[in-house]
Every structure is written in structure tokens, then in C-alpha cells.
């Protein structure tokens, strides 16, 4: 007697579990509709939006260009890099300039560089501007600067980020 | 019309120590089975096969045992939880019948009220033992009874739609039969006792029928006098033998009244039972309406019939929702298809060369904004050399951009008497306020003084400072 009303609870329950499944994928699928939907609505403003500003988008991606150091390969790029610092240390007369990478280090396509140099106040200032102006690569992070008297020579550690792209030697720029 | 008619339920009746398994014949009338004898029946002799087909097929529905198989008794009880009831009365019984566990899983209660006013609780219960081992029997059979009554509970529901006052006082039923006269003894419009009288067999003159009867009529009244405290104020009889109701009336020197309408209303129906005896006066129909008389079923079978209603329910409206869900499902599954179709096209090369497009200029923008943000070091550095008055140089600055864009430094003040200290300084903070616009505004406190790096000479007194703020 016991195991009929057992067994009928369980058609129940089974009847009622079925149907609330059927139910979720149900209210899965009206999601997946849905979505779908929304995807293609989105796609249509993305294509519009390209469409409208393509001139826009083109030219900021040109400019994006300036912020990556194109190489063939990291260490040619870091060598190159590192020539770049030291001459543009040299062209404003800063001494015992030393370069120096930290590849590993790198982090989502950038490598810590240091330069260590000496001189001027003055032309470390310059040198700071020439770097952010034509070098955007290589962002300044980080400038320590020491003046152990006054009058005497400022020592500096500059810290930077080197940001590159690995490029095939057609496409580099 | 018969093809419309509402199959009639199967009854088991058991009489006289015998068993009869009673079904609706071909042309609606009761249809009786050999009479098993009971005794043989619970020693295990009998085969299931000499239960007709038609009736194993359909089920037991309806039981009737003997009065004296049922017991009843009641009194006050201030609760009305059923749970509370069943479990007193479960209790009760145990402590009652000891010897009989069963007796535990076969009783029904009802609360009435007295004519006092009174609330009273009537519970009725099965003490006999062939009762239970002819139910586990049945069991093994397949044929436990869903509903178990008795004669009289029969006729209680008969005679309270029969008689307008049967709520009231003590009523006395005679329900004669050939040979044999049931007794029924009812208070308040409640069963209490029954008797069942032999009668002498009739040659010719029934007057030694009547004789006996009234005598034992007579006994029963006292025995209800003594049982009820009261006593009867009306005789109903029901006359299917030979003593007349008239006769008896005379008999007894008081009314005994003949309860008009069920000769009539048996003929007119075809559904007789056929069975001379207990059940003469009912026909098929009025067994297979159980919620109408007092009955009751083994409490497991009860609390599946409680439950079926529910259950059935349960099903139904699960099946129900299991269709309609399931259709909803293959339409959304159909209409899902073309979307999903044009979902999958709309990520070919055109569109993912358009996301890697906003994608890229997304981060370009998000680069712009990050190098827009980051202030110079350059111009960090000129003015603060600005910020300088005369009498403070700088021994070590560092100038950090990102993370956490911040100036710290390491300098030197000089001051001629020590009250002077304090302008210099005041002039070195408002000057890096007006030349680092933007920051939060700095004040002398901002500014770490280390007084045991002081040292004196050439006329001045010097002092090594320290501070550090965010840069805008």
C-alpha cells in the first residue's frame, strides 16, 4: 500500500521534473534568442559606426602605430631601443649613460628599460620632453634624480616602459 | 441507458460465518457468489479462483461485516486536531485491545453534538479478530477492501434521510427478514448497539414469531436504557417477513411505525441485491455511494486515498504543462534556428574584420586617454624648480607617472635665524600649490622637518626636509 503511494509520487515528481526541465531549456533558448538577436543588432550599429567613421578609426589607428616599437624580433628591437636612448642621451650631452633592459620582466608586450645618465639639470629636462614628444614607445615611468651639492651635476635613473610589436619584416614601418 | 450507467461497486458481505462476493449482473441486478465459509477461508483451504473474474477484476470496494465486528464508544475531548485524535484513539485502543495490534489501523471518528449542547467525540473501530485475518487474506489476494461499513451504519444514513427527528433521542430500528430480525439501537442520531434475533420457523401461525420478538424487542429496550441512559421514544420497522409493524405495535403497547417507501423504492430499482438476509432493503447503488455512509478503510489505505486526489491532480496538471511546455519548446527550437543560422553567418570574416576594427580602436582610444593622463616628467621637474625659493635645494626628487603618479623629495632648507624657517617654507608650499594645480592643497605639514639633521654654519642654520604628494 505504502509503495503505491510511493510510486505514485514519484510519477509525480518525474512528470514535474521533466516538465521544469523542459521549462529551463525553455527559458535557455528565449536567452539564446535573444542574444542571438541583440549580437545582430550590434553588429549592424558596429558596421554602421565603421562605415561612418572610418576616416576617424584610420587615423587613430595610424596614431596608435607611434605608441609600439614595430621589430622583426624583441632583441632587435631592444637593441634598437637601446642605441636610440643612448644617442639621444648623447645629443644632450648627458654622460655615463648606461642602458640597461629587463626582458625578463615583460609584461603583455612591454619590457622595463633603465637609463642612467648624468649632466645638466637642464638638459635631463630637455632630454625628459624629447622623449615623451618623439620617442612614445618608451613612456617615462618613473625619474629619479639626485643632486648630491648644490651646483653639482644631477644624476638621474630613468625608468621606462618599452612597448613593441613583432612584425614581418615587409609590414615594419 | 445501461451503456451510461455508472458501473456499480463490488461488495464483499460477510454473514453468518460465510462470505459472499456480491457484482452487478447482466441485467443490473445483484449477482451473488457461493457462499465461502469464513473459517475455511482463514485456514488457507480456499483458492482465490472461487472469487468471480468480474469481481477480482474491479476490485473490493465496499465490505460489510457483521455490528458486532465494530465497536464504538464516545465522549468529550477538547480538541479538534485530527493528529492529536487519531493519536489519543490509537493509543486508546492499544491499551483496549492489547491482544489485537491491528486494531490500531482500522478506526474513524467524527465530533456530533449531544441534544444537551455537548460536543462529543464518536469513534468506531473493528475488534474482531477474524476481521483482521480475513483483511490480510484479501491482502495476499489483491482484494483489500477500500471501504469497510456495517448493516447498520447502512441503515443510520437510510433512516436519518427516512426520519426528521432521528438527530434526536433514542430510535429503535427492526429490520425483519423470514426467520431472523436485526435490532438496531440508535442515540442521537448515532448507531450504539445491534442485536440479530432468530426467529421460530413459521408452520402456519406466525404468532410465535411476533411473541419472540416482542420479547427480545423489549429486552433491548432495557439494555438501551441501561447502555444510552435514556430512552427510545420511537420504533421504525421494516417488514420483508412475516410479522406485521401493526402487529407488533399492539404486542408491545406502544407505536411502532413501518418505514414507508422502501419496498417501493426497491422494486422500482432493477439493482437489488437479491440477497435475502442483512443487505435486504438496499440495492446496488446505495453501497457504491461510500462517502454517504459511515465507513472506514485501513488507516495506510486512507492516507492513499486522501493523497490520490492530490496525486491525480499532480499528474494531471503536470502532464498538462509537460504538453504545452513541450510545444512551446519546439517552437521556440524552430523559430531559434533561422536566428541562430543568421547569428553564425554574421560571425564570418566581414563582421570580425568590423570587431577587430572597434576593437583596436577601442584600445587605441583607451591608450590615448592613458598617455593623455600621465603627466610629464619634464615639466614635473621644471616646476618644482620653479616652486624653489632661494634658500631650499633639492637633493633627490623622484618623479613617478604611472602607477601612482607622485612627486618625493630630499632637500635642504637654510634660514639665517631659525624663526625663518618657517617663511621659507610657508613660500616653498604656496608655490607648489600654484605650480601643481590640481593636486590636493599642501601645507606645512605635508612637510617632514628632521631637526636632528640641523647644522649650523658660515651664519645659517640648515635642515633637511622630505615630503611627497600625488601629482595632479
Known sequence: MKDRINKRWIVVGLIWAVALSIDYWNIGEMYRITEARERKIFLKMDEQFLKAHSQEISDSLREREAFFHSAEALNLGLLTVENELSALAAEYELTGVKVQSQPDQADDGTIPVSLSCEGSLRKMVECLEALRRDYAYVPVTKVTIVIEDRGAPAKSEISLNYRYKIVGPETQT | ?472
Open chain 2, 1 to 472: 441507458m445501461r451503456l451510461f450507467r455508472k458501473p456499480v461497486t463490488p461488495i464483499t458481505l460477510i454473514s453468518d460465518d460465510e462470505i459472499y462476493f456480491i457484482i452487478q449482473g447482466d441485467s443490473g441486478e445483484g449477482k451473488i457468489s457461493e457462499p465461502v465459509p469464513l473459517d475455511t477461508l482463514l485456514r488457507g483451504e480456499v483458492d482465490p479462483s472461487v472469487i468471480p473474474k468480474p469481481f477480482r477484476e474491479r476490485g473490493n470496494r465496499v465490505m460489510v461485516v457483521p455490528d458486532y465486528w465494530l465497536g464504538n464508544t464516545s465522549f468529550p475531548f477538547q480538541s479538534k486536531r485530527k493528529s492529536l485524535i487519531e493519536a489519543f484513539l490509537s493509543r486508546k485502543l492499544g491499551e483496549e485491545f492489547p491482544e489485537l495490534p491491528e486494531v490500531k489501523d482500522f478506526f474513524g471518528h467524527f465530533f456530533y453534538q449531544t441534544d444537551q449542547g455537548e460536543t462529543m467525540l464518536y469513534a468506531y473501530f473493528l475488534q474482531e479478530q477474524a476481521f483482521f485475518e480475513l483483511y490480510d487474506v484479501l491482502v495476499e489476494w489483491d482484494l483489500s477492501p477500500r471501504r469497510i461499513t456495517t448493516p447498520a451504519f447502512l441503515w443510520e444514513y437510510r433512516l436519518k434521510n427516512e426520519v426528521s427527528d432521528f438527530q434526536q433521542g433514542g430510535k429503535a430500528f427492526l429490520h425483519n427478514v423470514s426467520n431472523e430480525c436485526f435490532l438496531y439501537f440508535f442515540f442521537e442520531g448515532h448507531y450504539l448497539f445491534s442485536r440479530q434475533i432468530r426467529l421460530p420457523e413459521v408452520q402456519s401461525d406466525p404468532s410465535d414469531q411476533l411473541d419472540t420478538l416482542a420479547y427480545e424487542t423489549n429486552q433491548s429496550l432495557y439494555l438501551f436504557s441501561q447502555k444510552a441512559k435514556a430512552e427510545i421514544d420511537r420504533i421504525y420497522m421494516a417488514s420483508f417477513g412475516y410479522v406485521e409493524a401493526s402487529d407488533l405495535a399492539e404486542k408491545l403497547g406502544r407505536e411502532v411505525e413501518e418505514v414507508s417507501g422502501l419496498e417501493e423504492g426497491l422494486t422500482q430499482d432493477s439493482m437489488t441485491i437479491g440477497l435475502p438476509g442483512l443487505l435486504s432493503g438496499f440495492c446496488l447503488p446505495d453501497l457504491s455511494r461510500t462517502h454517504r455512509f459511515l465507513s472506514l478503510s485501513h488507516k495506510l489505505l486512507e492516507k492513499e486515498q486522501q493523497w490520490k486526489p492530490v496525486q491525480k491532480m499532480g499528474i494531471a496538471v503536470g502532464l498538462i504543462l509537460l504538453l504545452l511546455l513541450s510545444a512551446e519548446g519546439l517552437l521556440l527550437w524552430k523559430w531559434s534556428r533561422p536566428v541562430r543560422v543568421e547569428a553564425t553567418q554574421g560571425r564570418g570574416a566581414g563582421n570580425t574584420e568590423a570587431v577587430r576594427a572597434l576593437r583596436q580602436y577601442n584600445e587605441a582610444l583607451d591608450l590615448f586617454l592613458k598617455e593623455g593622463q600621465r603627466p610629464s616628467a619634464g615639466k614635473t621637474i621644471i616646476n618644482l624648480a620653479r616652486a624653489l625659493p632661494e634658500d631650499v635645494w633639492i637633493k633627490e626628487m623622484v618623479v613617478e607617472t604611472e602607477p601612482n603618479p607622485s612627486l618625493v623629495l630630499t632637500g635642504t632648507v637654510r634660514a639665517s635665524k631659525p624663526g625663518q624657517f618657517r617663511q621659507t617654507l610657508s613660500a616653498f608650499i604656496d608655490n607648489l600649490n600654484n605650480y601643481f594645480q590640481g593636486t590636493q592643497s599642501l601645507g606645512l605639514q605635508d612637510i617632514d622637518l628632521d631637526t636632528e639633521e640641523c647644522k649650523t654654519g658660515d651664519g645659517y642654520h640648515t635642515c633637511v626636509i622630505a615630503m611627497k604628494f600625488e601629482l595632479p
